[in-house]
């Protein structure tokens, strides 16, 4: 009968394909990897008992349940056998060993795998996981930005085990990307670009059309980006900026500081080095370069701006790092004739400082030029800085579907979040006709780096508990005078107080005071000289008055001091009396000598400890020598692992040694 | 050895108590006893007692109903299973889905059969439908039974609709929400069915919540009540055959 043997037909058929679905999960590609992983291991392990664990395993799926992190759940184990065992390493993939890093392959099972490599964590199929199917998940994060996952957790500037990432947030605050784009955590950035409203009094329209055209050529240390402005942009601009009404007391300082006789360039040239201006600025390439270029200084703007700016650059822009110097009135024509004499453009046409003759329609249609591309963001504006940021936020960029990103003109790009991250850093023009956001011209290091930053800035905040914040400060810095003296000398443009300031300098200042003595203190502000002496940037001497440094020296003293270092490790008896000769065969046992200059010998690699019983306080050394990485981590001064006994005759002897305050000084 | 064949077994079997306790009826294999099996069972009642080889034949009603039918049990079979592994609640629902691929046990086949199953279900039922218009067995004495065919089709089609919601993801979302859309737009009641619909103003977790209810509680229930008054009629009206047909006029001989 037809009908019977069709269904019996269609019932026979009917079982094969339910038989499929069991044959493949019994085939499934982990399984596979499983059974090779135990051959592998077994003749890799390091003993008979350990290959037999390894070849009893039982075949399934491993995972790592972070319940505290978003019930995250990572199988990437099932195939990645090896991450965590000591035997695999080196081993083919998928079996090797994780490498060593603060988190794995130790703590693993509080990380996880997808908090750092992103991709589909619960994933068992090898094109699932790494995000590589049609209908996959997020896509693993290319190795190249792996640090982006420290950043998901660690919010502070410098990540000590994630270069790359602190790189970039680095580069990110200095070229301003938040003066654009908000970010949580970054809501009180304020890009240190000049305010514009001496312009005018400053510089000419030749000089404004070269900056505006290409700042980088001007200025190689220049961090304003190249906004790629047509001609009439750019005299549309030029007219705005120099048709401003420059503020009053500024127009006066700046006419003033014109009118004053030439100065001594000879002088002028001295104080141009004590000053260690290079310690920020560069000359001709050379100095720290986060400052702009000085050697043609004088053909950029007029000898009275510049005079009225090294006299008080804070009136000018109150953001700027640069201290304001206590140069008498002459030694501050002094500097800026030396300058007027040496840092000039040979080149520049004779009118490069010309002021222009303002055309108020184009001033009018550069003020919209001037709003058009959000220059008010860096610059602010005559109405101030508005609320609202000009790009869109940067929260959650990290996290953004390839598929939401519009790539517009950029068929040749792989259609990855990476790769069109790196495209908009690169040249963000380049997506379509109209963008805004301007050409930073960074190298490609540069480019990975801001690129590691942004992907940091996932879509949801990362539980409390696997947070680290910058610790909020326990040190501030007391209001009144003191807090004036700071802002005024612009400590912490080069020094480090708690985790705020600069990297500039090498002598964070928040146990200064439990560092040095008083006295010393004083005098080395009033008449800074190289402590170190291998390194380029180093303390400028402010011309500061002796009450003023006394002042500071008597705050520091006070605050800036750390409970782990002892009063007085001597307890009330004389340095002498703790067998000093012992400390000093100590020294030349530990090869002090090969870092240290004392007396006429020495390395020069570390501080010279020729006064070093005028200049140290013995607590520090004593603290210091008991562990010299618990007072900063990257300091090449090893630990030997000194007893207290010896530690206290070496600083002893380390206490005993003066030297007359004038021969240790340079410079005057 | 005495020989057992399959027969005895089975009759021996059918005269157990235990057997005689379920099937009240004699072991006698008369037409008498076999209509009296189908009476008095519960899920046997709905059936014709008789069934005529003819009416079985694939042109006659292509099957349509049946096949409807039959996706409805497998729906039901697959999707008490799927349950199991199931959330409806926003952070998982999604999860749950990629997880019945990543590790449950044939997950993925559970998925894609209850998925083909609802496909094929609303194909069949819609054919079904039109076989029955085309055939003009929807007039009396069946009219009643095409009304309850027509609700069935609407649930069908609810369940279809409020299934689509469950995996969570993007065509879930804006399916739903052009879909709510489109109920708001509904004369008078449009905000309000939309409202209701969605438990809020927006597809959020009580949106996922009601559809999910509605999905496996509500619907399901209304389908197997109207389902069972439809089979139940479609025997009461003369089973597939239908009635003997009264002698036509002319225009009908055409």
Redesign the interface.
Known sequence: MPIRRLFALTSVAFLVVLAISPAKNALRSYRAYQRRFAVLAASRARSAQQARDFEKRPVAIHQIWLPQLDNRVDRCTTCHLGVADAVMKGAPPPFAAHPWTPHTPVRIDRYGCTSCHAGEGPATTESQAHGTAKDAGPPLLPVAYIEAGCGRCHSTATVPAAPLLSRGRAVMDRYGCFACHGARGREAYRSGAPPLSSEPVKTGAVWLRRWLTKPRDVDPNSTMPNFQLGEREIEELANYVLGQDVPEDLARAVRAAGDEPAGDAANGKKLFSESRCISCHTVEGKGQGSAPELSKVASAATRGWLLAYVRDPHAFNPLTPMPQYHFSEADSRDVVAYMEDEFRDFDAPKDILEPLRVNRTLAEAGEKTFRKYGCFSCHGSPGGRTAEKFGPDLDGIGDKKAAFLDFGRRTDLPRTLTAWLAAKVDSPRSFAKGLKMPAYGFNPEETQAVVTALLAFGSQPVPESYRVLPTASPIAIPAGRVGHLVDRYRCLSCHQIGDRGGDISTAPLTFEGSKVQRSWLVDYLVLSYSIRPILTERMPIFHMPREEATELADAIETLFVDPRVPEDPFQGRPASDVDPAEGERLYTALGCRSCHILGSAGGYYGPPLTDSGTRLRPGWTFAWLKGPQRWRADVRCPDYGLTDRDALRLTAYLATLHQPPAAAKGGK | MTTLSLDSVFRRLRDTDAWRSVVRHGTASTNRNRSLVVFENLFLHVHPVKVREKT?RFTHTYWLGGIALACALILVATGVLLMFYYHPSV?QAY?DM??L???V??G??LRNMHRWAAHLMVFATFLHMMRVFFHRAYRPPRQFNWVVGVVLLCVTLLLSYTGYLLPWDQLAFWGVSVGTNMAKEAPLVGEKARFLLLGGNIVSENALLRFYVLHCVVLPVALLLMLSVHIWRVRKDGGVQGPPEAPRGKEEVR
């Open positions: 079985l952070p999860r990629k997880e691929e990543f590790v046990d044939n993925l086949f």
